[in-house]
């Protein structure tokens, strides 16, 4: 079958072993059909069991009340337990380095309190250039409150000239170029904007060859790619759960901090009455005493309805498994890169994640020239693609091989070729 068909985009959907979890999920509607949603890396659809694990806590409140804290096999109390199994499996963890609490940038600050001490002579941070926006100010603010300049302070890798991202060997020369003065080392899992998928076990083997510490960002990592952070000895990350992970707005974040930390009860940190010793906890007395492991990072009880979400929305990634997920997710992401390499007429865009598949997870990032770039954009939007655009000029697209499809890849290219047939 000749590729580059719709029949053979049928055919890879029909040996997709994955494929059955599509209809496990809602999609947003146009003209009466399933929107083309290429956004799973900025808000994951809505797994339809969700609804149910919502009502189910909201008819334990109706029930039990106060009650419901004690009550039952989810008795709220444990509640962040239950999701512990899952979200260690998912990120390569032990279960007693990993726990769900807060969101994202509250967590980072939570870490960094721990794990960015800057002294005098050691006190910068390296990261990548273009971070994330609140990782940028995460870390220029924490700077700041350990009385640096950001300027001095915090050190961008950034990509060569010419060349769209960022080699592994540059963030390593920097590393060991700043060796002596570097307290953290800190970059995200997958860099939002260009899509590039970081080398975080050899970064965090040379952030430790010089005496640093090697924390991630893995909002864009988390549900997309397989993470071995135990394995790799990282020693901090956290994650958002909204994005590959479903988990519905602002839904809740998790936290690794490695084993070797977890029970350092000398680390600073800022302290909840949730961190504190389970077993003293309704004692309610004076002098915090930390739980081991991530737990101990806890300041507050469980946010039982938006927990829900993600407990059901997590689940389905033990059913589909992660090995699972990122094979299909190579097999797709490469198929759209192959589709799109080959529209006639594309000059004016291009690819600019990259093109090994190491180094990149379910997002492509196409940098668009111009003006041109905006009004194709515009036009997909009206014709029913989700996809983002990110000032100045590019467009993000996220086939997420838990619910998108081969077809609906072609059918995205599709458009675009008929954007290109018809302003041509
Ligand atoms: C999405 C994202 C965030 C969002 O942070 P919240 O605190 O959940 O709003 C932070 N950092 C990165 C790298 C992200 O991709």
């Not at 009550?71 to 709220?76: C, E, F, I, R, V």
């Given at each position: 079958m000749e590729q580059g068909t719709l029949e053979h985009a049928k055919m890879l959907d029909q040996q997709d072993e994955l494929s059955r979890f599509r209809s496990?999920?809602?999609f947003p509607q146009h003209d009466g059909e399933d929107c083309l949603y290429f956004c799973g890396n900025s808000l994951g659809l809505q797994p339809k069991s969700t609804r149910d694990a919502l009502l189910a806590e909201l008819d334990h409140w109706s029930a039990y009340g106060v009650?419901?804290?004690?009550?039952?096999?989810?008795?709220?109390m444990y509640y962040h337990k239950l999701l512990t199994p899952a979200s260690a499996r998912l990120v390569g963890a032990k279960e007693s380095e990993v726990v769900i609490m807060n969101t994202l940038s509250t967590n980072l600050h939570l870490l960094m309190v721990s794990f960015y001490r800057p002294t005098k002579e050691r006190f910068k941070i390296i990261m990548e250039e273009q971070a994330f926006p609140s990782d940028q100010y995460a870390v220029e603010s924490q700077a700041k409150f350990h009385g640096f300049d950001p300027e001095e302070a915090v050190i961008e890798v950034k990509a060569r000239?010419?060349?769209d991202y960022i080699r592994t060997e540059d963030i390593e020369a920097t590393i060991k170029e700043h060796g002596d003065s570097t307290a953290l080392v800190f970059f995200s899992g997958v860099n939002y904007y260009t899509g590039q998928f970081f080398e975080l076990e050899r970064i965090t083997k040379c952030a430790h060859e010089v005496g640093a510490i090697a924390g991630f960002d893995l909002a864009h990592a988390a549900g997309n790619v397989v993470l071995k952070?135990?394995?790799?000895?990282?020693?901090?990350?956290?994650?958002?759960?909204?994005?590959y992970l479903n988990s519905g707005p602002g839904g809740p974040s998790g936290v690794f901090v490695h084993e070797k930390h977890g029970s350092d009860r000398t680390l600073p940190?800022?302290?909840?009455?949730?961190?504190?010793?389970?077993?003293?906890?309704f004692k309610m007395e004076k002098g915090f005493i930390p739980m081991q492991?991530?737990?101990?990072?806890?300041l507050s009880n469980a946010q039982v309805l938006s927990f829900a979400a993600l407990k059901s929305s997590i689940a389905l990634f033990d059913e589909a498994g992660m090995d699972a997920l990122r094979a299909k997710s190579l097999k797709l992401t490469n198929y759209m890169e192959a589709l799109i390499d080959g529209i006639e007429g594309g000059d004016f865009f291009k690819i600019i994640t990259p093109k090994e598949q190491y180094l990149r997870g379910a997002q492509l990032s196409m940098l668009t020239k111009d003006k041109i770039?905006?009004?194709?954009?515009?036009?997909?939007s009206a014709n029913g693609v989700i996809c983002d655009w990110r000032e100045p000029n590019v467009i993000r697209l996220a086939a997420v091989p838990m619910y998108n499809s081969f077809e609906d890849v072609w059918r995205f290219v599709d458009l675009v070729k008929r954007w290109i047939s018809e302003n041509s």
């Open positions: 496990k999920y809602h009650e419901g804290h004690f009550t039952g096999d989810n008795a709220w000239p010419g060349e952070l135990h394995e790799w000895n990282v020693d901090f990350a956290a994650w958002c759960s909204y994005k940190r800022f302290a909840g009455w949730w961190g504190h010793d389970e077993e003293s906890r492991g991530a737990q101990g990072w806890q770039g905006k009004a194709l954009f515009d036009y997909l």
